[in-house]
């Protein structure tokens, strides 16, 4: 009752409804950075002057044609960026430390005057710094309860977040964990490494806890539950919700992971650290998503990636701004958008012969048919490559079925080769699991170990 009616409420203020047409949010945040973000200061006033009147389809075709932003602009010119309304909010981390107790209660729910920075990933393995205020930071985490409520967990029920130590602030979160708890039932559960004390250690606060929902990575959920099998730890009931974002979720592991929380609902969630949480997945097809439509607009951008604008940003607002990733984006009569077979980065693709991408969607197609005739071994996969010299596929087989070797490999050669004449050598390897440094993004395409992009917010700009 404490969590469900104060907490939230105490910290998180409710975003106001805005019925306001979609034309209207975007020329309101259009006016706002044009007089006061010195990035885009004076950007707009031809569009702001011309195109208010225009019909919808001729103001969205405009709009079409105002400036691209990039994670280079950022990386830049990132101070411009930033409202002068920050000039004067309080530093709550300190250039990284761990804010007290009293900090946070005082400028974090009193006053209210905070600011913080959190990192983008970083494709080059170099990440661009975005910062928040109260107000931004609050329209993050409305983005993410939205989600999660959307998986099924209501406010008040317990959840774990299971992520790794120094991204996205997990040590002042644990370090706060007996507060969180009380006031919003949010339990951070920090690791350095995933191995059999850090599954043990999640396991056992999910069960302590009651926890409803559990939050982490695709890759982390893989790994816990490939080492839930090997050490012989029951599957995990009662957990109803797993909420899972920020990389591409094979079918496979999907369903393997399904059989170590056989009562869990695991759905995907899109964002980005840019602007929370901007997606969720449609109905059970977990590689389509409706997109938050109250707090974003979405675009089709250059080489099938994503544009987005978020409406109500004020401390740092990003327009047009151009994620990295490939979908096909779909604008619905009655005004809601979603994104379609959303794969990932755009550069997460080996080349085939004839010059052809292919992308992860793809290896999922084929590994499905793959366990449709083999009865299932395959739980995980990866590919790593040379440019055209050398494509290495590597399979994880479920621990009950390691005599499939021969028979996985003879479909998958049967299956891929002719589509990679182009590779002097196509190497099939079969791992027990794969070693990742979870600081890092877990990519099943790459070039070379494929590690060079960090996981957004584990690194923390000082402020300047």
Same mark, same amino acid.
């Given at each position: ?27 309101? $945040? ?12 004076? #950007? ?14 001729? @103001? ?6 105002? /400036? ?9 010119? *990132? ?25 946070? $209660? ?53 959840? &774990? ?29 920090? +690791? ?6 850090? &599954? ?6 999910? #069960? ?23 050490? !012989? ?27 170590? +929380? /056989? ?16 997606? %969720? ?9 409706? &997109? ?48 379609? *077979? ?7 693709? &080996?080349?085939?012969?004839? !010059? ?20 299932? /071994?395959?739980?995980? @996969? ?40 182009? +590779?002097?050598?196509?190497? $099939? ?6 070693? %990742? ?28």
């Amino acid at each position: 009752m404490l969590r469900k009616f104060l907490g939230y409420n105490l910290a998180l203020k409710p975003l106001k409804e805005n019925k306001l047409p979609r034309k209207e949010k975007l020329l309101n $945040i259009l006016e706002y950075c044009n007089r006061n973000i010195p990035f885009y200061k004076g #950007k707009y006033s031809f569009f702001l002057e011309s195109a208010c009147n225009l019909p919808e389809e001729d @103001f969205y075709y405009a709009f079409s044609h105002l /400036p691209i932003t990039q994670k280079s602009d950022i990386k830049a010119k *990132n101070s411009a960026f930033k409202s002068v309304t920050l000039d004067y909010k309080y530093d709550i981390l300190k250039n990284g430390k761990t804010p007290s107790a009293k900090e946070v $209660i005082n400028h974090g729910i009193v006053k209210r005057d905070f600011f913080a920075s959190i990192s983008t990933g970083g494709s080059s393995g170099i990440p661009a710094f975005r910062w928040l205020d109260y107000d931004d930071a609050n329209l993050f985490a409305q983005s993410f309860l939205k989600s999660f409520r959307i998986n099924g967990w209501s406010p008040g029920e317990d959840f &774990v977040v299971f992520y790794p130590l120094k991204s996205y602030f997990t040590g002042p979160y644990a370090d706060q964990s007996k507060a969180l708890r009380t006031f919003f039932g949010f339990t951070m559960v920090p +690791f350095e490494t995933v191995n059999k004390e850090s &599954v043990t250690k999640l396991l056992e606060t999910l #069960k302590n806890t009651k926890a409803t929902l559990l939050v982490i990575f695709p890759c982390v959920l893989q790994r816990v539950a490939e080492i839930m099998k090997e050490e !012989g730890i029951e599957p995990l009931e009662n957990l109803p919700y797993i909420n899972v974002s920020g990389e591409f979720l094979l079918d496979c592991s999907k369903s393997f992971i399904q059989e170590q +929380f /056989p009562d869990s609902d695991i759905q995907s969630t899109y964002g980005a650290v840019e602007f929370g949480e901007i997606a %969720h997945q449609k109905d059970l097809r977990s590689f389509d998503y409706d &997109v938050f439509n109250d707090y974003v607009y979405v675009e089709q951008g250059p080489e099938n990636t994503i544009l987005v604008t978020s409406y109500y940003q004020r401390a740092f607002p990003i327009i047009r701004y151009r994620i990295e990733d490939t979908g096909k984006v779909v604008n619905h009569k009655d005004g809601s958008q979603s994104i379609l *077979n959303l794969e990932g980065k755009n550069t997460d693709y &080996v080349t085939g012969a004839g !010059g052809y991408m292919y992308y992860a969607s793809f290896f999922n197609s084929v590994i499905n048919e793959i366990n449709k005739a083999l009865n299932d /071994p395959i739980i995980h @996969f990866t590919l790593r490559h040379d440019g055209e010299k050398v494509m290495q596929l590597n399979f994880v087989l479920h621990p009950d079925k390691q005599d499939k070797k021969k028979t996985v490999k003879q479909a998958a050669q049967n299956a891929l080769s002719s589509a990679f004449l182009n +590779f002097e050598t196509i190497e $099939i390897t079969f791992k027990k699991h794969f070693d %990742h440094d979870y600081t890092r993004k877990f990519k099943i395409i790459g070039e070379g170990d494929g590690l060079s992009e960090v996981v957004g917010g584990y690194y923390q700009r000082k402020a300047s």
